[in-house]
């Protein structure tokens, strides 16, 4: 057996208001002449939170489109702008959800290593470390702000740059920064923590260090969606570090069925991360019968609504790509079933799941 020497964020700060420590934290890690570049989520853009920003010198903000999930594309063309523009940075500040924080750690990795982004897309491919990266969360679940990998859709795939490079230098956690989050983009969001810890949690790769972060994350979960009413502060507080612990969880763990079934969908028709996984574990009480039936619990309490009849009137290709795509995740998969996993999701039973979304 090989253990994962994994590499970890370096910095953490948690805590109400942290954001305004910021500029005290990046301040050492300035560089003469080369700038600070806070790369923000546009929803922010004319909002108070672009405001305080701890802008210096020739420091930039660019207000990041997170409309499509991030593309390889968009990585280099803001990479390659920085580049004319300034030559070198001091750092990369990724401000935002998922989507915002992939494009900081990908941005940072490419202002250093050559050629494109795609050709980074797999494992432990990046060479050379990236700038100084920051990562501030302002919706809570996907715990990108402490994984080794930041998912990028490539001309040939939908896969990340993992590698120890990736990780963020540091985190702000300020649950502020979350409140206001729509309700059901925060439940979305918020469920692809709780898919994360029932994936890990019943995987076939589990052992003690991801189950003990796996069982706290799904613990908050259950407080924030199962047995609180309403939506307050502390739901907040309590889901940023469900956020993390899930993401520790699977950092010694895998994913499985929610995710590699929601990863065809989401390379065919464009489904969000949150939301595809929602999609798909909806549907899977053969692999996971109490997760699901908590979950539909927890759609109904909380008033959100899981589209249906996505995959109506897709062709047999159609399929037959989501299929491909699906059956490539081969680690979520042996996670979620074991070693024979191949004998179990055949490629008709696996086509029989898509038909039910
Ligand atoms: P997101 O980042 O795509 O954002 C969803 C929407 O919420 C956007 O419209 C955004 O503008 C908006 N938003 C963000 N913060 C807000 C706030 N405080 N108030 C109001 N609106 C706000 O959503 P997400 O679910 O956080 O992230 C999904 C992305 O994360 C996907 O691209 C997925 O591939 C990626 N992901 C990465 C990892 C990883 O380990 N790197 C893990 C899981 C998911
Ligand atoms: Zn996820």
Known sequence: MKFRNFKMVDYVIYGRGCFN????????????????????????????????????????TIFVDVT????????DKIANQLKEEFGSVSGIIGIGGGSAMDLAKAISLMMTNPGSSADY???????????????????????????????LTGPTRKLGMNSDFTPFDQIVLDPELTAGAPVNQRFYTGMDCYIHCIESLQGTYLNEFSKSYGEKALELCQKVFVHKDGWDEENDDLLMMASYAGGMSIAYSQVGVAHAVSYGLSYLLGTKHGIGNCIVFDKLEEYYPEGVKEFKYMVEKNKVDIPQGLTKGLSDADFGTMINVSLGMKPLWENALGKDWEKIMTREKLRALYEKL
């Open 21 to 60: 420590q910021l500029g005290e934290i990046i301040d050492p890690r300035r560089k003469q002449g080369a700038p600070m570049i806070f790369l923000v989520d546009h929803f922010f853009e004319g909002k108070p939170l672009a405001d305080r920003l701890p802008l210096q010198g020739n420091d930039k």
């Open 68 to 75: 499509y999930e991030p593309k390889t594309s968009y990585v």
């Open 121 to 151: 897309q797999g494992w432990d491919l990046v060479k050379v470390p990236g700038v100084y990266k920051v990562g501030i969360p302002t919706l809570s679940g996907t715990g990108a702000e402490v994984s080794r990998t930041t998912v």
